[in-house]
């Protein structure tokens, strides 16, 4: 965290010690949108393993809006967003605040598709039912090792059900104003969510019920 809070500091303080007036050649490059690439293409593998690594971070903490919230399945950059939100998946501690993105990452993930849908992409729709294919997995294999007696594993299988019927809800009440071509893979979401639902339903029944809290006594004074 620490290296995390004091990067973007380091990394701007160092751009504020470079000359201030470039020279003309520099201006042109400065101008020049593809300059950048053919520097870092020519840059010894270490430096652009290092670059990557320095995009990340500043994605992650916000440096820069290239992997935004608003980057869809058919953009260039979709997968530079899929890597940040897989790094912060990774970084995030056990607990409440990965499941809580996780649960972020699966809106997002049937968002897109009904974007690409609406849109009538098949080639972004098509990724975008890959995803969220892939969201359900990870929450799947999350709760895989599901234990009835964690109070923590509970509060993260009702969260996911929330989020599964959110979901399913939402595609199936837009599938059937979508083009045609794209309900098939619309319908597929809808299947594979039920039956993520339904296992987690099983989970959930196996839960032992806790007994609600009685009225509490005041003691006579």
Same mark, same amino acid.
């Given at each position: 965290?620490?290296?995390?809070?004091?990067?973007?500091?380091?990394?701007?303080?160092?751009?504020?010690?470079?000359?201030?007036?470039?020279?003309?050649?520099?201006?042109?490059?400065?101008?020049?949108?593809?300059?950048?690439?053919?520097?870092?293409?020519?840059?010894?593998?270490?430096?652009?393993?290092?670059?990557?690594?320095?995009?990340?971070?500043?994605?992650?903490?916000?440096?820069?809006?290239?992997?935004?919230?608003?980057?869809?399945?058919?953009?260039?950059?979709?997968?530079?967003?899929?890597?940040?939100?897989?790094?912060?998946?990774?970084?995030?501690?056990?607990?409440?605040?990965?499941?809580?993105?996780?649960?972020?990452?699966?809106?997002?993930?049937?968002?897109?598709?009904?974007?690409?849908?609406?849109?009538?992409?098949?080639?972004?729709?098509?990724? #975008? $039912?890959?995803?969220?294919? /892939?969201?359900? !997995?990870?929450?799947?294999?999350?709760?895989? *090792?599901?234990?009835? +007696?964690?109070?923590?594993?509970?509060?993260?299988?009702?969260?996911?059900?929330? #989020? $599964?019927?959110?979901?399913? /809800?939402?595609? !199936?009440?837009?599938?059937?104003?979508?083009? *045609?071509?794209?309900? +098939?893979?619309?319908?597929?979401?809808?299947?594979?969510?039920?039956?993520?639902?339904?296992?987690?339903?099983?989970?959930?029944?196996?839960?032992?019920?806790?007994?609600?809290?009685? *009225?509490?006594?005041?003691?006579?004074?």
């Amino acid at each position: 965290p620490e290296f995390k809070a004091t990067a973007r500091q380091r990394i701007v303080r160092r751009i504020r010690t470079r000359h201030a007036e470039p020279s003309w050649r520099e201006r042109l490059d400065m101008l020049n949108p593809f300059a950048w690439v053919s520097r870092l293409i020519a840059a010894p593998a270490a430096v652009r393993a290092m670059a990557m690594v320095l995009a990340v971070l500043l994605i992650i903490s916000g440096g820069t809006a290239i992997a935004s919230s608003e980057t869809q399945p058919d953009n260039p950059l979709y997968k530079v967003k899929l890597a940040a939100e897989n790094l912060e998946l990774l970084l995030k501690p056990a607990g409440e605040s990965r499941t809580s993105l996780l649960v972020e990452i699966l809106d997002r993930r049937a968002s897109e598709l009904l974007t690409m849908s609406w849109q009538d992409k098949s080639d972004g729709a098509e990724r #975008a $039912l890959v995803n969220y294919e /892939a969201a359900l !997995q990870v929450g799947h294999k999350m709760l895989d *090792p599901y234990d009835p +007696a964690s109070a923590q594993n509970t509060a993260f299988a009702v969260q996911w059900q929330e #989020a $599964l019927a959110r979901n399913m /809800a939402g595609i !199936q009440g837009l599938v059937d104003a979508m083009p *045609p071509r794209m309900q +098939a893979g619309l319908r597929t979401a809808i299947v594979n969510t039920q039956h993520e639902v339904s296992w987690v339903n099983q989970l959930l029944e196996k839960t032992p019920q806790r007994p609600e809290p009685g *009225p509490t006594k005041v003691p006579e004074v």
